[in-house]
Nanobody, 123 residues
Framework: VQLVESGGGLVQRGESLTLSCAAS????????IGWFRQAPGKGREAVSL????????YYDDSVKGRFTITADNAKTTAFLQMNNLTPGDTGVYYC?????????????????WGQGTQVTVSS
Protein backbone atom coordinates (compact mmCIF):
# COMPACT_ATOMS: atom_id res chain seq x y z
CA VAL A 1 0.00 0.00 0.00
CA GLN A 2 1.30 3.43 -0.95
CA LEU A 3 -0.12 6.82 -0.01
CA VAL A 4 0.68 9.89 -2.08
CA GLU A 5 -0.30 13.26 -0.68
CA SER A 6 -0.74 16.60 -2.36
CA GLY A 7 -1.90 20.02 -1.30
CA GLY A 8 -0.73 22.08 1.62
CA GLY A 9 1.12 25.36 1.55
CA LEU A 10 1.23 28.80 3.13
CA VAL A 11 -2.01 30.71 3.53
CA GLN A 12 -3.38 33.56 5.63
CA ARG A 13 -5.93 33.30 8.38
CA GLY A 14 -9.40 32.69 7.00
CA GLU A 15 -8.27 31.16 3.73
CA SER A 16 -8.82 27.61 2.50
CA LEU A 17 -6.75 24.64 1.39
CA THR A 18 -7.53 21.17 0.07
CA LEU A 19 -5.40 18.13 0.82
CA SER A 20 -5.65 14.94 -1.18
CA CYS A 21 -4.32 11.46 -0.55
CA ALA A 22 -4.25 8.80 -3.24
CA ALA A 23 -4.00 5.26 -1.90
CA SER A 24 -2.95 2.27 -3.94
CA UNK A 25 -3.26 -1.33 -2.84
CA UNK A 26 -6.71 -1.32 -1.22
CA UNK A 27 -8.61 -2.81 -4.17
CA UNK A 28 -11.57 -4.77 -2.86
CA UNK A 29 -10.76 -4.03 0.77
CA UNK A 30 -12.58 -1.97 3.34
CA UNK A 31 -10.29 0.70 4.72
CA UNK A 32 -10.14 3.75 6.90
CA ILE A 33 -8.20 6.80 5.84
CA GLY A 34 -7.61 10.32 7.06
CA TRP A 35 -5.20 12.89 8.34
CA PHE A 36 -3.13 13.36 11.42
CA ARG A 37 -1.48 16.67 12.27
CA GLN A 38 1.87 17.15 13.93
CA ALA A 39 2.74 20.57 15.32
CA PRO A 40 6.33 21.40 16.33
CA GLY A 41 7.28 19.56 19.51
CA LYS A 42 4.05 17.54 19.62
CA GLY A 43 2.89 14.10 18.63
CA ARG A 44 0.59 13.20 15.77
CA GLU A 45 -3.05 14.01 16.51
CA ALA A 46 -6.04 12.82 14.54
CA VAL A 47 -7.69 15.61 12.60
CA SER A 48 -10.27 13.86 10.42
CA LEU A 49 -10.92 10.25 9.42
CA UNK A 50 -13.37 8.33 7.23
CA UNK A 51 -14.11 4.70 6.53
CA UNK A 52 -14.83 3.33 3.08
CA UNK A 53 -17.73 1.06 3.99
CA UNK A 54 -20.34 3.56 5.13
CA UNK A 55 -18.53 6.90 5.08
CA UNK A 56 -18.58 7.30 8.84
CA UNK A 57 -16.40 10.27 9.76
CA TYR A 58 -14.44 11.67 12.64
CA TYR A 59 -13.47 15.29 13.24
CA ASP A 60 -11.37 16.70 16.02
CA ASP A 61 -13.33 19.30 17.97
CA SER A 62 -10.95 22.03 16.83
CA VAL A 63 -11.89 21.55 13.15
CA LYS A 64 -15.59 20.71 13.34
CA GLY A 65 -17.60 22.97 11.07
CA ARG A 66 -14.50 24.07 9.15
CA PHE A 67 -13.00 20.87 7.69
CA THR A 68 -14.75 18.30 5.51
CA ILE A 69 -13.36 14.88 4.63
CA THR A 70 -14.57 12.90 1.64
CA ALA A 71 -13.45 9.74 -0.10
CA ASP A 72 -13.72 8.58 -3.68
CA ASN A 73 -13.82 4.83 -3.22
CA ALA A 74 -13.52 4.12 -6.93
CA LYS A 75 -10.16 5.88 -6.93
CA THR A 76 -9.31 5.18 -3.28
CA THR A 77 -8.55 8.85 -2.85
CA ALA A 78 -9.43 10.98 0.14
CA PHE A 79 -9.80 14.73 0.29
CA LEU A 80 -9.70 17.16 3.19
CA GLN A 81 -11.29 20.52 2.51
CA MET A 82 -10.02 22.99 5.08
CA ASN A 83 -11.87 26.30 5.38
CA ASN A 84 -11.45 29.31 7.63
CA LEU A 85 -7.94 28.27 8.55
CA THR A 86 -6.32 29.64 11.69
CA PRO A 87 -2.70 29.68 12.92
CA GLY A 88 -3.66 26.83 15.25
CA ASP A 89 -4.07 24.60 12.19
CA THR A 90 -0.37 24.93 11.35
CA GLY A 91 1.59 21.70 11.23
CA VAL A 92 2.64 18.79 9.08
CA TYR A 93 -0.39 16.87 7.88
CA TYR A 94 0.11 13.15 7.39
CA CYS A 95 -2.29 10.95 5.48
CA UNK A 96 -2.78 7.60 7.21
CA UNK A 97 -4.66 4.47 6.25
CA UNK A 98 -5.47 1.07 7.64
CA UNK A 99 -7.34 -1.97 6.39
CA UNK A 100 -10.60 -2.68 8.15
CA UNK A 101 -14.03 -1.14 8.64
CA UNK A 102 -13.31 1.20 11.53
CA UNK A 103 -11.29 4.34 11.97
CA UNK A 104 -9.29 4.90 15.12
CA UNK A 105 -7.89 8.15 16.47
CA UNK A 106 -4.63 6.63 17.72
CA UNK A 107 -1.77 6.90 15.26
CA UNK A 108 -0.50 3.50 16.38
CA UNK A 109 -3.52 1.84 14.74
CA UNK A 110 -2.43 2.87 11.25
CA UNK A 111 -0.02 0.83 9.16
CA UNK A 112 0.36 3.09 6.16
CA TRP A 113 1.50 6.70 6.05
CA GLY A 114 2.05 9.39 3.47
CA GLN A 115 5.14 11.56 3.28
CA GLY A 116 3.48 14.50 5.03
CA THR A 117 2.67 17.96 3.73
CA GLN A 118 3.27 21.27 5.49
CA VAL A 119 0.35 23.57 6.20
CA THR A 120 1.26 27.01 7.52
CA VAL A 121 -1.35 29.59 8.41
CA SER A 122 -0.12 33.10 9.08
CA SER A 123 -2.00 35.65 11.12
Amino acid sequence: VQLVESGGGLVQRGESLTLSCAASGFTGDNYAIGWFRQAPGKGREAVSLINSRDGDTYYDDSVKGRFTITADNAKTTAFLQMNNLTPGDTGVYYCAARKGIYWYTRAEEYDYWGQGTQVTVSS
